[in-house]
């Protein structure tokens, strides 16, 4: 599973403008989440599956999490990171 050093390479652009990573554990067989804070008090906050055969290793993992950033992060942040 990603460790917050991994988050803060991939998402630091969305840290940086208070935005919360926190990956969740297993939920659903085989598969933990990643939950997005989009801002302190928001009612939103987007759960992102983190597969486990997506999770086996580190290079996996990060190529799961950009696609997560460019795929589906944007539609709940346009315009937040220019």
């Known amino acids: 599973m990603p460790d917050q050093e991994l988050l803060r390479e991939v998402f630091g652009a969305y840290m940086a403008r208070g935005l919360?990573?926190?990956v969740m554990p297993e939920l659903f067989e085989g598969t933990c989440l990643l939950q997005v804070q989009l801002s302190?008090?928001?009612t939103v906050a987007p759960l992102l599956p983190l597969p486990?055969?997506?999770m086996q290793?580190?290079?996996a993992a990060r190529q799961w999490l950009e696609q997560l950033r460019d795929?589906?992060?944007v539609?709940?942040?346009r315009g937040m990171v220019g």
């Open 52 to 54: 486990a055969a997506q």
């Open 75 to 77: 539609t709940f942040t």
């Open 71 to 73: 795929v589906e992060l």
């Open 40 to 42: 302190a008090g928001s």
């Open 20 to 22: 919360r990573f926190e």
């Open 57 to 59: 290793t580190p290079e």
